[in-house]
C-alpha cells in the first residue's frame, strides 16, 4: 500500500510540474502578481494531491480548472479591499528567466504591462473568461466549469471582455521587443547624458507617468500626462538621483520586454516599464509599491501550453 500511495505521490508531482508554467501564467494573467500566483498554485497543488488521479480525465483542463477557481476568489477578495488603495494600482513586474515570450506574439502581449492594466479594468469573470478562451483558447464548455457559469452566459461573457479590451488597446502596438530593446538603450544614453532634448525626441507627445506606490515610497499619485512633464519626472529619478545618492541603474527582462531596474545600495527601490508604439514610448509605468517588488527576487517561467 505505501509503495502505491509513493507512486501515486510521484505521478501528482510529475503532472503537476509540467504544467507549472502554463497554470502560472494563467494565474498572472487573472491576478497580475506574481507572488498571489505562487501563493495560488502551492494551494492548489495541495488540493490536487488529494485527487484520484484515476478520475481525472484531462490534467490540463482539470487543473487549469482547479487553479482559475481559486484565482478568481483571490481576486474578487481582493477587489474588495481596492477602495482603500493610495494612488494608482498597478500589475506587479514579472521577472523572467528567458525570453521564452519573445517568439509567441500572443504570450508576449498577454503578459505585458500594457495588457495587464487593460485588464485590470475587467470584471473578475470577465478577465478569467477573456484570459482562458483567447490567450490559451480553452473551449467554452470548460471555461464554464472553470468559472460556474452556463457555456451560454461563458460566451456573452468572452463577447463583453473581447471587445472591452479592443476598445482600450488602440493605444498600444502588439508587444515588439527589438524595438523595445533599441528605444531602451536610447533612452538609457539620453538619460545618463541629461540629454532632454534627445528624451523628448523618445516620447509620444500623450505620452503618460503612471506611478504605483501604494503610499510606501515617493511617487506622483496622479498619472503625469504629456511629454515634458514625463521627461522631467524621467530626469529626475534616471539623472539628478545619481550624483545624489548610490543609485544603480540595469536593464532586466520583465513582462516579455526589456525594462528598467532602480536600485540603491543593492536595494531594488523601484521597475520601470516601458510601452512603445511607432517607434516612440507612449507609458511608463513605475512600480515602486516594496510589496510589488518582492516578486523581483524570483524569476518564473510562462508558457501558453
Known amino acids: ?9 510521484v505521478e501528482h508531482a510529475e503532472r503537476f510540474t509540467l504544467l507549472r508554467p502554463l497554470l502560472f501564467t494563467i494565474v498572472y ?15 492548489g497543488y495541495l488540493r490536487w494531491s488529494q485527487v484520484d488521479l484515476s478520475e481525472v ?13 481559486q484565482a478568481l476568489n483571490a481576486l474578487r477578495a481582493r477587489s474588495r479591499r481596492r477602495e482603500d488603495y493610495v494612488g494608482p494600482w498597478l500589475p506587479e513586474p514579472l521577472l523572467l528567466d528567458e525570453r521564452d515570450a519573445a517568439s509567441d506574439a500572443v504570450l508576449a502581449e498577454s503578459v505585458s504591462m500594457a495588457m495587464l492594466v487593460v485588464l485590470e479594468t475587467l470584471t473578475p469573470d470577465e478577465r478569467a473568461v477573456f484570459v482562458l478562451h483567447e490567450v490559451f483558447g480553452f473551449e467554452l464548455q470548460e471555461i464554464a466549469a472553470a468559472v460556474g457559469k452556463s457555456a451560454a452566459a461563458v460566451r456573452q461573457t468572452a463577447h463583453r471582455a473581447r471587445r472591452h ?12 521587443a527589438a524595438e523595445t530593446e533599441r528605444i531602451t538603450e536610447r533612452f538609457m544614453a539620453a538619460t545618463a547624458t541629461g540629454d532632454l532634448e534627445g528624451l523628448l525626441d523618445l516620447l509620444a507627445p500623450d505620452a503618460v507617468w503612471t506611478a504605483d506606490s501604494g503610499g510606501k515610497a515617493t511617487a506622483s499619485r496622479k498619472p503625469l500626462v504629456g511629454a515634458e512633464r514625463v521627461a522631467a519626472a524621467v530626469l529626475d529619478i534616471f539623472h539628478k538621483r545619481r550624483f ?23 536595494r531594488l527601490e523601484g521597475v520601470f516599464l516601458l510601452v512603445t508604439a511607432a517607434g516612440k514610448i507612449t507609458d511608463f509605468y513605475a512600480i515602486r509599491n516594496p510589496d510589488k517588488l518582492h516578486a523581483m527576487a524570483d524569476t518564473h517561467r510562462i508558457s501558453r501550453r
Open 29 to 43: 494573467e487573472i491576478l497580475g502578481s506574481a507572488t498571489e500566483a505562487d501563493d495560488v498554485l502551492q494551494d
Open 1 to 9: 500500500m505505501s509503495t502505491s500511495r509513493d507512486t501515486s505521490t
Open 57 to 69: 480525465r484531462d490534467t490540463k483542463s482539470y487543473l487549469a480548472r482547479l487553479v482559475t477557481r
Open 165 to 176: 479590451v479592443q476598445s482600450r488597446r488602440k493605444r498600444f502596438a502588439p508587444v515588439d
Open 244 to 266: 545624489t545618492s548610490d543609485l544603480r541603474i540595469a536593464t532586466v527582462n520583465c513582462n516579455g520586454a526589456p525594462a528598467i531596474a532602480a536600485y540603491v545600495e543593492d
